[in-house]
């Protein structure tokens, strides 16, 4: 018996570490970001010289940055819009079905999420400019509602799956239309999985960087990859405090997703 | 009678008969079918037929792409270094992730959604800005040498910025919340009195999780190896700037080459071969976790 109680100890403190090195890595990076955005020095020395909000005050003249900033909350909202619209009417047609050709769809929907997203941003621009269509905005939203799909698809389907049939039944057989019935009945109950997923393409929009690398040009530069060119050229400690912004935003977007989606719970399935 | 009465009364009756009023919802899949041809396969196909011409003013067809691609040792030694790293960064995430998502099903019910939303917050944070945070950490003057300056325990700053290590660290951290979710998901699914009849029989904890636990994750551990590899191999931003220019995996080469050296024929075949690679390491992860759950039930 001892030894069982020394193996059950091990497991514990094997586990518990290993969990706890985990969770100290996930939030680690983050954390180190908003400090440093506090830094008064113009170097991103940790821990910092001193503290300041100068590099915020800095993003008011950032115009570059802000434009970028913008232009990815315009390409993300477009994107949401479409994902949304084609993702939930796609799950209300997939879910009806078991047949093999609904399963099929549903894999081959679901695979922007699996494969890899660089490739597609080159086949997209390929594919736009041999079809004579110049860059824009809007092919940048179309881009991204392909590979921003899925979310709304899957948090809908699985939602939907928690659905029970009868309630569209009894819905029809006390008179309601089917439009009547979608709005009442299902709607309602799959709207919080809906939203969740629209949140998940929102974010996944907004922080694409495979996607926009080939369909953004320089007048339609995102957010992403312009912080992604000052951090490659030269360490601007203004990105700190865009980052610490960001981080701010992703905050209070995921708390509000969390209480009006149930953000974590649709995110089981 | 209530509406869910009426349900129950309903369901069997209608449940017989497969031919349902809203069977007609199926033409509910054309938009999103359509637009998934016209803006997702139809852009994949023509890369295809890209990758077949012979040079980048695109005259004759044939595979001279991809011969010259799987011919030279330098192109082909990106591809496997893709891959590679792909496979360490999803093990660490996996050695760290089922651990996590252990603790996480675990969890009481007021410490699990803290737990849930921790995991959650860094994949929502731009990765740009997680890659970025990284740097100041593993810089030459960053916190880890610092502190292993301090602590004794090095005599120079550790090169970890622009090393394969830094790289797959970072891709592991970056892609971590891919791997525990779904791996959260199937431990809440597993019967906590398994546990428990496994101890009552005499099994010590770690047998219990090898021998029961384990198998009963697999799904799990394959869906999120699945997405966490198809993650790493195309992190394009966290493979620049942890890596720099030294290090060069498959999609900056793709980018240069599209971009930079406008050959598009040829960076349309390399993206042709990742997509490929990666989907078969993901097809055989598919079916380890198919496999298994066919077992099971």
């Known amino acids: ?269 | 009678m209530t509406l869910a009465d009426a349900a129950n009364l309903a369901t069997p009756i209608d449940h017989r008969g497969r031919r349902r009023p809203r069977d007609a919802e199926w033409r509910l899949v054309l938009p999103l079918g359509m637009f998934m041809i016209l803006f997702f396969a139809a852009p994949l196909l023509v890369l295809l037929v890209v990758s077949l011409f012979g040079e980048p003013e695109m005259r004759t067809l044939g595979l001279a792409q991809y011969a010259r691609f799987l011919g030279d040792r330098f192109t082909l030694g990106i591809l496997l270094d893709t891959l590679v790293l792909g496979a360490e960064a999803t093990l660490v995430c996996l050695v760290f992730g089922l651990p996590l998502a252990w603790v996480c099903s675990k969890a009481g019910p007021r410490l699990q959604p803290v737990l849930r939303f921790l995991v959650i917050l860094p994949i929502m944070t731009s990765v740009v800005v997680r890659t970025f945070g990284w740097i100041v950490i593993l810089g030459r003057q960053g916190i880890l040498n610092k502190a292993l300056l301090a602590l004794g325990l090095v005599d120079d700053p550790l090169r970890l910025l622009f090393s394969e290590t830094g790289v797959v660290i970072v891709l592991a951290q970056v892609q971590m919340p891919l791997m525990v979710l779904p791996l959260l998901t199937t431990l809440q699914r597993i019967d906590p009195n398994l546990w428990a009849a496994s101890s009552a029989l005499g099994a010590g904890s770690w047998r219990t999780f090898r021998r029961v636990i384990l198998p009963l994750t697999l799904p799990g551990i394959a869906a999120g190896c699945m997405l966490v590899y198809a993650a790493c191999t195309t992190a394009f931003v966290t493979q620049t700037l942890i890596g720099g220019a030294r290090l060069v995996y498959m999609p900056l080469y793709i980018f240069q080459q599209a971009t930079g050296a406008n050959n598009w024929p040829f960076a349309a075949a390399m993206s042709v071969l990742l997509m490929i690679a990666v989907l078969v390491v993901v097809s055989l992860l598919n079916l380890l976790g198919r496999t298994r759950r066919g077992a099971d039930a």
């Open chain 1, 1 to 269: 018996m001892r030894s069982v109680d020394a193996e059950r100890l091990s497991f514990r403190l094997v586990f518990g570490a290993l969990a706890g090195v985990a969770i100290f890595f996930l939030l680690f990076p983050t954390v180190i970001v908003v400090l440093t955005s506090f830094t008064s020095s113009a170097s991103l020395r940790f821990p910092p010289d001193g503290l300041s909000l100068r590099w915020y005050a800095a993003l008011a003249n950032a115009h570059q940055m802000q434009a970028a900033a913008l232009n990815s909350l315009e390409v993300a909202a477009g994107a949401t819009l479409i994902s949304v619209v084609l993702g939930t009417t796609g799950a209300l047609a997939l879910a009806q079905s078991r047949a093999g050709w609904a399963r099929l769809l549903d894999s081959l929907f679901m695979s922007p999420l699996l494969l890899p997203a660089l490739a597609f941003g080159f086949a997209a621009l390929i594919y736009f400019s041999l079809l004579g269509l110049e860059l824009s905005r809007t092919t940048l939203v179309l881009g991204h509602a392909a590979v921003c799909v899925p979310f709304v698809l899957r948090t809908t389907l699985a939602s939907l799956s928690q659905l029970d049939p009868g309630l569209l039944d009894a819905s029809a057989s006390l008179g309601a239309g089917r439009f009547y019935t979608f709005r009442r009945v299902t709607l309602p109950l799959i709207g919080r999985a809906v939203a969740a997923g629209g949140f998940l393409a929102f974010m996944a929009s907004f922080d694409n960087v495979p996607v926009s690398l080939f369909l953004a040009d320089a007048r339609t530069e995102v957010l992403p990859i312009h912080l992604w060119q000052i951090i490659e050229t030269d360490l601007d400690v203004r990105t700190a405090a865009a980052s610490g912004l960001l981080i701010l935003l992703t905050l209070l977007l995921m708390i509000a997703a969390e209480r009006f989606a149930g953000l974590s719970k649709q995110l089981r399935g």
